[in-house]
């Protein structure tokens, strides 16, 4: 098992790194959140253990990066002093596994890497989903209901803006601007492209999920 250790402190890195290497697993180390993205992007793990106060960059905004920009399906812990209620959600929001308070005992410690390791890599990273509908943002591979489904490039974009966004209402405006940029279509091109889109996420299923708000926009419903 690899797992990659990241802490300001050269300490607490060290001590964790020794006890770990005497129960087997490879220890890479990184002492702010810039180096364990580097390591990341260049290396497989297993696990990442992760402070949260660090320089430079801190836990929080590395795992944050490490969701959305690298795509990361490694499971993470997060260490830390910080007992609040609001640093363990904004933990878990930024796409943590798991919470270990410090001081803690190395063998918990030991335990709750090898029970997220025993979980394998998170399915739901790299992927936009909502209801029962998924874009995979790697392959650009649309499903419904575990069904796969054909769209064309506009129309991924489009659908992609909408998740982003679901179940919220999402302006014509913002979808032009996501999708086109500055060369807005004819509002007939934008019509047809919702249409086509609808139809497509639509055919053998008795639900709509696109729905368009007359004089708002449109959105993903549940």
Known sequence: MK???VDDSHNVAET????LELEGMTIDSAYHGESALKLVSEH??????MDIMMPKMDGISA??????????????????AKDGLEDKIAAFEAGGDDYLMKPFAMQELSLRIRAL?????????GKL??????????TNEVQRGGQPIKLSRIQKKILKVLLR???????????IEAVWGDESPSSDALRSHIY???SALNKGFEQSRLETIHGQGYRIKA
């Open 3 to 5: 797992v990659l250790i």
């Open 63 to 80: 795992v944050t990066k490490l969701r959305k920009e690298l795509f990361c399906n490694t499971p993470i812990l997060f260490l830390t």
């Open 44 to 49: 497989h793990y297993d696990v990442i253990i």
């Open 165 to 175: 966004q679901a179940p919220a209402v999402v302006s014509r405006q913002e979808v």
């Open 196 to 198: 086509g889109l609808r």
């Open 117 to 125: 390791a025993s979980r394998g890599p998170r399915q739901d990273i």
């Open 129 to 138: 989903i909502f209801a029962d509908i998924s874009v995979d943002v790697q």
């Open 16 to 19: 964790i790194a020794d006890y």
